[in-house]
């Protein structure tokens, strides 16, 4: 009898150690540009176009295509399993320091990328180790945390499919960009 009690008592605090006490509003949205076509011209070709009342993004004048330091790679790779930097990449980053420090209004993304071996979890926290090593080393040089963001894509975005050596090699990296 105690046995089943405790038992109970156990999935009773499971259940409601599992719960996450956030209540979820029911607000309705509605959309505001939403119009309704009964029968005639629906599909892809239409030929109708609407506004949609969302700005375009210049793509040339951010993310990847953001300046940098002119001839300097944007790639730290890693060795397998590993986010230490190796020495041959510490002028790429002193280099990438330089060029931050010199604009105030400059940020870096630092993006951490792994090979496609291990679970996603695994990746993601590999990934975000790296990304994290490279923010370290340009703040021992002086730049601004401000001016930077590290963040893990894990396995989600390799730079070369395949499941050769070179391809994983390629994979374990580390991206800087300019926003």
Not at 47 to 73: E, F, H, I, K
């Amino acid at each position: 009898m105690i046995k089943r009690f405790t038992l109970a008592l156990t999935v009773v605090a499971l259940v409601a150690g599992c719960s996450s006490g956030v209540k979820l509003d029911d607000v309705p949205v509605e959309d505001k540009n939403a119009t309704s076509t009964m029968g005639g011209n629906t599909g892809a070709n239409s030929g109708n176009t609407a506004q949609s009342g969302v700005a375009g993004v210049d793509l040339g004048q951010s993310g990847r295509d953001a300046a940098g330091p002119v001839g300097v790679s944007r790639i730290v790779y890693f060795d397998y399993d590993s986010y230490v930097i190796k020495p041959e990449f510490q002028s790429l980053i002193e280099a990438h320091s330089r060029f931050i420090k010199a604009g105030t209004n400059r940020k870096l993304m630092i993006e951490g990328h792994t090979d496609d071996r291990g679970g996603r979890e695994y990746n993601l926290a590999l990934g975000q180790k790296r990304a994290e090593a490279v923010r370290r080393s340009l703040a021992l040089l002086g730049v601004q945390d401000s001016q930077m963001e590290a963040v893990s894509f894990g396995k989600e975005k390799p730079a070369v499919q395949g499941n050769s050596e070179d391809a994983r090699a390629q994979n374990r990296r580390a991206e800087l960009s300019y926003r």
